[in-house]
T-cell receptor, first 114, second 113 residues
């Protein structure tokens, strides 16, 4: 069954700690994305990757880092430099070529900083 | 820069009543348009999309949206809503196949029994 798997679903961390969110897809998609969702603000793009070993900053990349060593995986690290990390994080993927590739989303990871 | 406006942040509606969720975008060029739905504590799912051709597009669960180029709008409608339609709805726009998707702030639809 093809899809996108995010883990963990819920995560708590203390201030000053880094945390890594996992995102794996078996849809054979080229492109992968990380979004942050806050109430009333829609989705904001953190980082995206169109191909293995390459990624670009989105609109709110400060305090985050990513890697794309495998086509299937695109982990996101929320660093201690991120000033307000409590949010719902969504990973998505799509084909990077062809007409307007539809985004497929994972179920999200909710991060709470204590 | 492109932007997407969803004027209504919350829309309450009684079950079996019609509903319209409004979406306007700012772009002087041709775009691709999408509506995504998000159920509580889940990711987003594509509801319907406009790429080209007929300006009226429909989903399998009774929603439809009409692309209006002159008004730069892509409003979502359903003639009779069900309790299970309660969710957050996001309008999104994309300029080309390789461009980033820009999301609106979302509209929370609450269906009242």
């Amino acid at each position: 069954d093809g899809g996108i798997t995010q883990s963990p679903k819920y995560l708590f961390r203390k201030e000053g700690q880094n945390v890594t969110l996992s995102c794996e897809q078996n849809l054979n998609h080229d492109a992968m994305y990380w979004y942050r969702q806050d109430p009333g603000q829609g989705l904001r793009l953190i980082y995206y990757s169109q191909i293995v070993n390459d990624f670009q900053k989105g609109d709110i990349a400060e305090g985050y880092s990513v890697s794309r060593e495998k086509k299937e995986s695109f982990p996101l690290t929320v660093t201690s430099a991120q000033k307000n990390p409590t949010a719902f994080y969504l990973c998505a993927s799509s084909f990077s070529q062809g007409p307007a590739g539809e985004l497929f989303f994972g179920e999200g990871s909710r991060l709470t900083v204590l | 820069a492109q932007s997407v406006t969803q004027l209504d942040s919350q829309v309450p509606v009684f079950e079996e009543a019609p509903v319209e969720l409004r979406c306007n975008y700012s772009s002087s060029v041709s775009v691709y348009l999408f509506w995504y739905v998000q159920y509580p504590n889940q990711g987003l799912q594509l509801l319907l999309k406009y790429l080209s051709g007929s300006t009226l597009v429909k989903s399998i669960n009774g929603f439809e949206a009409e692309f209006n180029k002159s008004q730069t709008s892509f409003h979502l409608r359903k003639p009779s809503v069900h309790i299970s339609d309660t969710a957050e709805y996001f309008c999104a726009v994309k300029k080309t196949s390789y461009d980033k998707v820009i999301f609106g702030p979302g509209t929370s639809l609450s269906v009242i029994p």
